[in-house]
């Protein structure tokens, strides 16, 4: 079955730390993975978009990595700021309908 | 701004009553999609069209109608709801159907918090 895990469910951090956000997917065949920043009251906006043959992107204080053999990324927050405080959620493109399959998501608390 | 605006952003109803909700957008795109976003699941998708023509049903029950007039509108009807479609419905866009590529991208509207009573 197709499934997208996000570790941990929840996270709290302090201003000016770093963070690491995991996804799990056992999605085949795999076309692509999307990390999503989603602020309270918003939609989804797309942060990095990574294909098969990419292992590291940056996005200002984000960077998303990805191990396709292990099925697995990262999105790694540098500095984190208060406006950091969001849900991050995986999206993996794949399955033999190309589906988006979407991660339940990580809610990531700033503290100052 | 993601150039995706909906509307109401919140609603209230009955179960007997019957609403609309709405979704624009300003950028050109083709391809419209409506997500139901609950507590603690995934996006589910709902339905998609791309110009103005449904292409996409997952399995939705029929207390949801959806409507495409045109490529930049959006609306989802909804009638004798219950409880538990109480959710965020988020519209988004995209300038064609996505085909899995690196330049993949929907843009979401802010969503509509709806609370069925």
């Known amino acids: 079955k197709n499934q997208v895990e996000q570790s941990p469910q929840s996270l709290i951090i302090l201003e000016g730390k770093n963070c690491t956000l995991q996804?799990?997917?056992?999605?085949?065949?795999?076309?692509?993975l999307r990390w999503y920043k989603q602020d309270t009251g918003r939609g989804p906006v797309s942060l990095t978009i990574m294909t098969f043959s990419e292992n590291t992107k940056s996005n200002g204080r984000y960077t998303a990595t990805l191990d396709a053999d292990t099925k697995q990324s990262s999105l790694h927050i540098t500095a984190s700021q208060l406006s950091d405080s969001a849900s991050y959620i995986c999206?993996?493109?794949?399955?033999?309908?190309?589906?988006?399959?979407f991660g339940k998501g990580t809610k990531l608390s700033v503290k100052p | 701004e993601t150039g995706v605006t909906q509307t109401p952003r919140h609603l209230v109803m009955g179960m007997t009553n019957k609403k609309s909700l709405k979704c624009e957008q300003h950028?050109?795109?083709?391809?419209m999609y409506w997500y139901k976003q609950s507590a603690k699941k995934p996006l589910e998708l709902m339905f998609v069209y791309n110009f103005k023509e449904q292409t996409e049903n997952n399995s939705v029950p029929s207390r949801f109608s959806p409507e495409c007039p045109n490529s930049s509108h959006l609306f989802l009807h909804l009638h004798t709801l219950q409880p538990e479609d109480s959710a965020l419905y988020l519209c988004a866009s995209s300038p064609s159907l996505l085909s899995g590529g690196a330049t993949d991208t929907q843009y979401f509207g802010p969503g509509t918090r709806l609370t069925v009573l």
């Open positions: 950028l050109g795109h083709n391809a």
């Open positions: 996804c799990n997917y056992t999605v085949s065949p795999f076309s692509n």
């Open positions: 999206v993996v493109r794949g399955g033999s309908q190309g589906n988006l399959i």
